[in-house]
Structure formats: C-alpha cells, structure tokens
C-alpha cells in the first residue's frame, strides 16, 4: 500500500479530484497555503495499491499544469522606502510525495 500526497494549486483542484474519482481513487481533500506566494492550494491525500501508483501519478501530471503568474517584489530603497518591482513566476503543476504505508485500518 502506499500513500501519495499531492500538493496541488487550487485552480487544478476540482478537475483533479473529478478525474480521480472516475478512476476509482479514493482523496482526501485539504486546504493548505503555499509558503513562497502564501497562495491557496490544495494537499490532496490519495491511499492506493502500489500497483496503481503509476495511473494516479499519470492523471495527476496530465490535469495540474504551470502557468505564468506576475507578482510584486519589493525592494528597500536608499531613502527607505519599499519599491514594487514586478516578476514573472510560474505556478501550478504539483508537488507529489509516494511514501510507503506500514498499517490501513478503515473503520
């Protein structure tokens, strides 16, 4: 058995969850909050047999895609005060950890 954790941008989310589901998945979704852009994600946690870990991965890289985002920078100024300097970053795609599951009890 193992279990994937995937950290998700939210606007990939729902989609996600949907294709999941139809494949038979069964997710456990949280809210969590990116620590670079303190932006809204989504941790989904998906237990599955480690015969299938392939087709999860496989669904999760074809729904959750990076796009480009512009953001403010700031920056001190000699005379102290802040400057906003814009920046292009790319967002989405997902961060996804496999890690082995020693025990599943479902009540």
Same mark, same amino acid.
């Given at each position: ?30 809210? $969590?909050?990116? &620590? ?7 941790? +989904?946690? %998906? ?5 299938? =870990?392939? @087709? ?18 700031? $920056?001190?100024? &000699? ?7 814009? +920046?292009? %970053? ?5 961060? =996804?950890? @496999? ?9």
């Amino acid at each position: 058995m193992k279990l994937i954790i995937a950290i998700v941008h939210d606007e990939d989310a729902h989609a996600l969850v949907k294709k999941l589901t139809a494949n038979d998945f069964g997710v456990t979704k949280l809210a $969590s909050t990116g &620590g670079f852009l303190k932006s809204g994600n989504t941790t +989904l946690i %998906i237990g599955t047999p480690k015969e299938r =870990v392939e @087709v999860a991965t496989k669904i999760i890289e074809e729904t959750c895609r990076t796009r480009k985002e512009i953001t403010t920078t700031t $920056s001190l100024m &000699g005379d102290n005060s802040v400057m906003g300097m814009p +920046l292009e %970053i790319s967002v989405g795609g997902a961060t =996804v950890f @496999v890690v082995d599951v020693e025990d599943y009890i479902k009540l």
